[in-house]
């Protein structure tokens, strides 16, 4: 380091501007980086690994939530929706495991277990829409009017069947109920896959 800055006047040790005419020493003091926040980490943290719109995660929910979707497709199956839903979001989260090594915390088990129902729900809508498309409009409202007379009343509500109104709200309320069920069941199953695979850690 100079003792003398280009003007004359003497620099102290240490100074990174001449005292008298300000100008740069050319020894600037090391500048020290703060240092981060207690919990912060560098890279992305375990929270940021488990956001449900990574690839890796839809490509494990879909699997289970086509395989939910099948067993929703075939008649009285949908009855052991309590059991195959769960297991659906179960399945998720442990072949995300197979896959990257790490289980998520329950809360984030739960959200992904929740994709796979969501996606088990939107795959069911696809299967239905086709098997509409291939069946003549008669040969719905007859299936539909069996379906009635098995609850008993069937008369009255194959006759209620025939208002188009009532029909498409009937028809929204039971895809609501089928969307919060697989839903609801597919996170509950994720939350426990969590669980249990994160005790075995």
Known sequence: M???????AALPPGAGFCPKCGRPTGT?????PDPPPPGASSGSSET????????????AAVFPAGLAAFLAS??????LCFVWYPLAGFLTVFGLRRRTGATPPPAKGAGLGALTGLLSFVISLIIQAL???MAGQDEIME???QQ????GGGEEIAKLLENPALLAAALIFGLAVQCVVSVGFCAV???LAAKVLEDDN
């Open 74 to 79: 075939i008649p009285f199956a949908a009855f």
């Open 189 to 191: 199953g994720g939350a």
């Open 131 to 133: 098997s509409l498309l």
């Open 148 to 151: 009635a007379g098995q609850f």
């Open 143 to 145: 299936v539909l009017k």
């Open 2 to 8: 100079n003792e003398f800055c280009t003007c004359g």
């Open 48 to 59: 940021d690994k488990f956001e449900i719109n990574n690839v890796e995660h839809i490509r």
């Open 28 to 32: 600037l003091p090391a500048v020290e």
